[in-house]
Structures are given as structure tokens and as C-alpha cells.
């Protein structure tokens, strides 16, 4: 199993998150919240309003989201849902433990006690440079003050 951490459309509520519950794709097991050790900016960007975590460590702001384990199917099935390696690259980023549910191994509940985990992030290095100028966001929801709603694949 590893573990990633999704701040965007797969959280619970939002508009994605039917993927990551759908055993046909994989298994996907939530085990808390978090939020990114480093700063980096969230921006909703493009005509689909789609949350991009720019891959600038050091700006921005701590990014909320939350932390799943995943099997290899659905690792793989992120991979192609986030279009990686092109629109995002996933990489290891430390993760702050804010709230956790999961039970595991001893090294996972120690590492998870300690408040620092590492999980894969769908983040982005290939992005327009004006992107860099869009309002930071913290935490995203699709129907937040932000009136920028996301479109659904299937609306394009």
C-alpha cells in the first residue's frame, strides 16, 4: 500500500471523490488530515477550474487535504486520472498529521504520532507562468467563496 495525500476534487464532499470509493478502481482507505510540512501555492487555474498545487516549495501556504493508503491499482489509476507524468507529477512531500484515523503497523502509528508522514502529492512543475499570480488558497472546495466552481470531466 502506499500513501497519498489528496487537497482537490478527490476529498470527501467534493465533486471527484466517487473515485476514490469506487473498489473497481482500486482500494483507497482514508486515514486522517493533513496539511503540506512546506508551503506551496494552490491556485485554481484553466476554464475547468481545476486545483493546482504549483510545485514552488517555500510559497504559498500550508495546504490542507487528506491521507490515504491505496493499493497499486488505484496508485496506478490516480496516475492516469491525474495525468501523470504531464498536467501533475507525483512526489514524495513530507505531510503534517493533523487528525488521524488510520490503524496499521507500529512504525505507521509512530511516524503518524510523531505528526510527519511522506506520501505521494499530485503536484504540478508545468504550468503557465502566470498561474504564479492567481490568489493562493489554503484549502480548496469547489463550491467555496472562490465562486469558481469545478467542471466535471463529463461537462467539458
Known amino acids: 500500500m502506499a500513501r497519498v495525500f489528496v487537497y482537490g476534487t478527490l476529498k470527501k464532499g467534493q465533486p471527484n471523490y ?15 488530515r493533513g496539511r503540506t510540512v512546506e508551503k506551496y501555492p494552490l491556485v485554481i487555474a484553466g ?6 498545487m504549483l510545485n514552488i516549495p ?3 501556504h500550508h495546504v490542507a487535504g487528506e491521507i490515504y493508503s491505496v493499493d497499486e491499482q488505484m496508485l496506478q489509476f490516480l496516475d492516469e486520472f ?7 507529477q507525483r512526489t514524495l512531500k513530507r505531510i503534517e498529521v493533523v487528525e488521524w484515523e488510520g490503524k496499521g503497523g507500529t512504525g505507521e502509528l509512530r511516524a503518524a504520532a510523531e505528526g510527519i508522514l511522506e506520501c505521494f502529492v499530485y503536484s504540478t512543475t ?4 502566470e498561474w504564479v499570480g492567481l490568489p493562493y488558497h489554503d ?11 469545478y467542471v466535471l470531466r463529463e461537462s467539458r
Open 18 to 32: 466517487k473515485y476514490m470509493i469506487n473498489t473497481a478502481k482500486g482500494l483507497a482507505k482514508f486515514q486522517g
Open 47 to 52: 476554464k475547468y477550474n481545476i486545483p493546482y
Open 58 to 60: 517555500g510559497t504559498g
Open 82 to 88: 491525474e495525468g501523470c507524468p504531464d498536467m501533475y
Open 126 to 129: 508545468t504550468y503557465p507562468p
Open 139 to 149: 484549502s480548496y472546495d469547489s463550491s467555496g467563496k472562490h465562486g469558481l466552481s
